[in-house]
């Protein structure tokens, strides 16, 4: 067995199943000697659904074993869970002190691709969660995006538009999270040019509840807009008033320029007697 082995037909690709039903592989052990995978792509359990599982285990026990790899270096020897989180977090609220589980050698990089197709195929992840443990391949074991698609079963695309959403504010990763934005409405907002914008536009799809294709449209409007070329300022009326009343006095175009700390005025002429008549005028 090689590390690069695809992982995208699941479980059966690092595990067979009949290796999996091997009685010697499988061993009853502590749940407390089980701990849990510290980059496990799933990070938010439901607390209902796993009651729900809790129940069914103290009806049914656990028919699933969990999958776990030993901790070397550790006494009492511990286990790391690489799959069946839930059922193991059920387990024990179900009270059990035991659980099956199914005993493997896997290199760290096995661990975390083997618990991120789990969570994909039985879509347990969020589209952060997904998004981050894609950055964790790539970061961590320097896979390319090409490579952790065929590794995950996806297509490269979709592996890099979830790593781009990593991108967005802290606000809006927050409603992707929730369920409020879809992966959809995340990734038509990256098109928005800051990160400010970002935000104000998902308080406004969300306030509206827009569908993605709408969310589409807004977005490509504001981008549009942002690339206009900005019209100067008009003077303030004041102003306008002031270089009304100087040309009217002067005889000639005046602009006035008004700073943070003072300004200056323009005076215009178009000939030299022109200028000899500004100069009486001004009592130079």
Sequence with gaps: MTERKRLGRGLDALIPAGDRAAAGNVRTLPVDRIVPNPNQPRQHHDRESLEELAASISAHGVIQP?????VTGTFP??????????RWRAAQIAGLTTVPALVKELSPRQVLELALVENLQREDLNPLEEAEAYRMLADEFSLSHEEIAKQVGRSRPAVSNAIRLLLLPAAVREQVVNGALSAGHARALLALPTAQLQV?????????????????????????????????????????????????????????TRGRRGGRVTIYYYSDEELDQLVQRLGA
């Design 66 to 70: 969990v999958i776990v790899t030993e």
């Design 77 to 86: 020897l511990t286990y790391q869970l690489v799959a069946g989180e839930r």
């Design 200 to 256: 104000e536009t998902m308080r406004l799809v969300v306030q509206k509840a827009l569908s993605v294709r709408q969310t589409e449209l807004l977005v490509q409007r504001l981008v549009r807009a942002s690339k206009r070329p900005k019209s100067p300022p008009a003077a303030p009326p004041d102003t306008a008033d002031l270089e009304a009343r100087l040309r009217e006095s002067l005889g000639t175009r005046v602009a006035l």
